[in-house]
């Protein structure tokens, strides 16, 4: 004889409960997607997650073409409880651009960002605090600055470069560059950023620490111990912790009055020096958004920023190079009419502007394969985007800057650096559709230094190294790691170009 579970009794009303839930759900989502192109019908509580997060070149390709079907210019989902927009047109990814306030838009550069990168990351400051802050941040991108760095990012980028071509003669394979040039723009980072205050050991940590925020950003945000995005929000915390105690050593250095030796150095510089003014003027109270673990946090937030990114753009350099040829044979020309290996002498920023075909390249780069292809925002009030559409409170919107790179520039389609030239300008007449380092207050205030670490690897890279792809089906497809690389991790085949390598002075 069975005996009744006490549940029995009660399960008609839980599945009525749940049955209402997912009724209720639906509802609220058809009622905010009103006309707008998107799913019917969503899956209760996770909706699209599960495709999002299983193929996301196909989930976001999926929202550019059910934008492209209507004049709109829009699509919507819903992700685990968020109803999301999709923006494919550029003016209104201005609009959303130029409404990053309080009563309007919150820029949160990742659907979960606030819980992973902590309430006061630089990308959540708005209004006047956001402006004050990005002035004090203006005097680590001086020309003074940038030669500073660019000097650096040579030393780098050539230590690796060599590992590299060594790596693939001992493999006498293809090897992937995804990894190899992450490593690279890693070290960069924290070579221009707070140069000679990490140590050897210090560095290890850091790049662990960075595997695991990087793996994190890839995952959902399940916040209990042993979880992937658990484990990235707590290395977030000793990244920024380990960058604070880089600043409090710079300071003490810059107090002594010795040089500038990179970005931590500059930034101290500049606030040692409003702190005297200050202080002479009988203020004794320290400037604003100058503790060690502000401007740790800062560091972090442009490490984060620099380091994706410029992985994605020198991956796709060097896919487009191989596939064009013509491209290359004029970066090796120019750059050599300009700059000999041989010479053992850095590139300086004089030469570097010199470079302007190789400058076209860079840009057309970053246009046709921007890293970041979507700047999710937060709608913070219903929000009247069109004559017909409110995106309601709360939605992510996601403005498509990928999508932008293909609106109004001539035949967007085919990878013509000349577009860029003097003669054709179309950077100019075509500049609200290029929106790679975004737009409004919030564009990318370190885009110079990230274009000069660009177009300074294309230099070498080019002049320094024979490479080709190994070529296979599909192996050009995006990926998104989260930026977009090429779908088999840029698989080439390397050898020394050069007669000899450079040896820069002093190294």
């Given at each position: 004889?069975?005996?009744?579970?006490?549940?029995?009794?009660?399960?008609?009303?839980?599945?009525?409960?749940?049955?209402?839930?997912?009724?209720?759900?639906?509802?609220?989502?058809?009622?905010?997607?009103?006309?707008?192109?998107?799913?019917?019908?969503?899956?209760?509580?996770?909706?699209?997650?599960i495709?999002?997060?299983?193929?996301?070149?196909?989930?976001?390709?999926?929202?550019?073409?059910?934008?492209?079907?209507?004049?709109?210019?829009?699509?919507?989902?819903y992700?685990?409880?968020?109803?999301?927009?999709?923006?494919?047109?550029?003016?209104?990814?201005?609009?959303?651009?130029?409404?990053?306030?309080?009563?309007?838009?919150?820029?949160?550069?990742?659907p979960?960002?606030?819980?992973?990168?902590?309430?006061?990351?630089?990308?959540?400051?708005t209004?006047?605090?956001?402006?004050?802050l990005?002035?004090?941040?203006?005097?680590?991108f001086?020309?003074r600055?940038?030669?500073?760095?660019?000097?650096?990012q040579q030393?780098?980028?050539?230590?690796?470069?060599?590992?590299?071509v060594?790596?693939?003669?001992k493999?006498?394979?293809?090897?992937?560059?995804?990894?190899?040039?992450?490593?690279?723009?890693?070290?960069?980072?924290?070579?221009?950023?707070?140069?000679?205050?990490?140590?050897?050991?210090?560095?290890?940590?850091?790049?662990?620490?960075?595997?695991?925020?990087?793996?994190?950003?890839?995952?959902?945000?399940?916040?209990?111990?042993?979880?992937?995005?658990?484990?990235?929000?707590?290395?977030?915390?000793?990244?920024?912790?380990?960058?604070?105690?880089?600043?409090?050593m710079?300071?003490?250095?810059?107090?002594?009055?010795?040089?500038?030796?990179?970005?931590?150095?500059?930034?101290?510089?500049?606030?040692?020096?409003?702190?005297?003014?200050?202080?002479?003027?009988?203020?004794?109270?320290?400037?604003?958004?100058?503790?060690d673990?502000?401007?740790?946090?800062?560091?972090?937030?442009?490490?984060f920023?620099?380091?994706?990114?410029?992985?994605?753009?020198?991956?796709?350099?060097?896919?487009?190079?191989?596939?064009?040829?013509d491209?290359?044979?004029?970066?090796?020309?120019?750059?050599?009419?300009?700059?000999?290996?041989?010479?053992?002498?850095?590139?300086?920023?004089?030469?570097?502007?010199?470079?302007?075909?190789?400058?076209a390249v860079?840009?057309?780069?970053?246009?046709f394969?921007?890293?970041?292809?979507?700047?999710?925002?937060?709608a913070?009030?219903?929000?009247?985007?069109?004559?017909?559409?409110?995106?309601p409170?709360?939605?992510?919107?996601?403005?498509?800057?990928?999508e932008?790179?293909?609106?109004?520039?001539?035949?967007?389609?085919?990878?013509?650096?000349?577009?860029?030239?003097?003669?054709?300008?179309?950077?100019?007449?075509?500049?609200?559709?290029?929106?790679?380092?975004g737009?409004?207050?919030h564009?990318?205030?370190?885009?110079?230094?990230a274009?000069?670490?660009?177009?300074?690897?294309?230099?070498?890279?080019?002049?320094?190294?024979?490479?080709?792809r190994?070529?296979?089906?599909?192996c050009?497809?995006?990926?998104?790691?989260?930026?977009?690389?090429?779908?088999?991790?840029?698989r080439?085949?390397?050898?020394?170009?050069?007669?000899?390598?450079?040896?820069?002075?002093?190294?």
């Open positions: 004889m069975s005996i009744a579970s006490p549940l029995t009794p009660l399960l008609p009303y839980i599945t009525c409960f749940i049955i209402l839930l997912v009724l209720v759900e639906q509802i609220k989502y058809i009622s905010k997607k009103r006309s707008i192109p998107g799913p019917s019908v969503v899956l209760p509580f996770i909706g699209n997650a495709a999002l997060v299983r193929n996301p070149t196909k989930f976001w390709d999926q929202q550019s073409s059910l934008a492209k079907s209507t004049t709109a210019g829009l699509s919507v989902n992700i685990i409880g968020n109803f999301i927009v999709f923006i494919r047109d550029t003016e209104l990814s201005h609009k959303v651009f130029a409404n990053v306030r309080p009563d309007a838009f919150r820029l949160v550069g990742h979960f960002g606030k819980k992973l990168f902590g309430e006061h990351n630089l990308i959540y400051m209004g006047q605090d956001h402006k004050n990005r002035r004090r941040i203006a005097p680590n001086t020309p600055a940038l030669s500073t760095y660019t000097a650096l030393i780098t980028i050539l230590n690796h470069l060599k590992s590299w060594q790596l693939s003669h493999a006498q394979a293809p090897i992937p560059l995804r990894v190899l040039a992450r490593d690279m723009n890693l070290e960069t980072s924290q070579t221009v950023f707070v140069g000679p205050y990490l140590t050897p050991k210090a560095r290890q940590s850091f790049e662990r620490d960075y595997y695991l925020f990087n793996v994190g950003l890839m995952k959902l945000p399940i916040d209990l111990p042993g979880m992937a995005f658990r484990n990235a929000r707590l290395a977030v915390d000793r990244l920024a912790g380990t960058l604070a105690t880089c600043t409090a710079s300071k003490k250095r810059m107090e002594n009055g010795e040089e500038p030796s990179c970005l931590i150095d500059y930034w101290m510089q500049d606030t040692l020096r409003e702190i005297a003014e200050a202080q002479l003027a009988g203020d004794t109270s320290p400037p604003p958004y100058s503790s673990a502000e401007i740790g946090g800062y560091l972090f937030d442009f490490l920023a620099a380091q994706d990114a410029s992985t994605s753009s020198l991956l796709w350099a060097v896919t487009l190079l191989d596939s064009h040829p491209v290359l044979a004029r970066v090796r020309d120019e750059v050599a009419g300009i700059w000999s290996p041989e010479s053992d002498e850095l590139i300086t920023t004089d030469q570097l502007r010199e470079m302007r075909y190789t400058q860079a840009r057309e780069v970053v246009r394969r921007p890293p970041a292809t979507l700047v999710p925002h937060i913070a009030v219903d929000f009247p985007l069109t004559e017909n559409y409110v995106v409170k709360g939605a992510i919107v996601f403005p498509s800057v990928y932008s790179s293909f609106q109004g520039f001539p035949e967007p389609d085919r990878f013509d650096p000349d577009r860029f030239s003097e003669e054709r300008q179309e950077d100019q007449i075509y500049k609200r559709n290029f929106l790679a380092f737009a409004g207050a564009q990318c205030v370190g885009q110079r230094y274009l000069n670490h660009l177009v300074l690897f294309i230099a070498m890279f080019a002049s320094l190294i024979d490479f080709k190994d070529r296979t089906d599909g050009d497809d995006i990926a998104y790691v989260p930026t977009i690389c090429p779908k088999d991790d840029c080439v085949f390397l050898s020394r170009r050069c007669v000899r390598y450079p040896s820069f002075p002093g190294h």
